[in-house]
């Protein structure tokens, strides 16, 4: 019982070290703030691949601080809170 206990938490350390990995390399690819991406991500229920074209699409056109605005708008469409 002592060697399946370390293995679910040694899994558990592991899963969270990609899902961190992953909020990372999203926050430096797009323009949205790590909590944002968190939150997309909990909500969001396919496949790693299928998160980052649906992130993709809510950045269409968007890849500068003056775009702020048109951002908004994207977030209002695709129902993501900030």
Sequence with gaps: MKRYNKLIEDACEV?????IGLVDAFFNEFILSKDDIRAIMEEFGGTVEELYHYIEKLQVGVRS????????????KYGLQH
């Design 65 to 76: 601080d003056s775009d702020a605005k048109q951002l908004k708008r994207l977030r209002q």
């Design 15 to 19: 899963e969270q070290r990609h899902l």
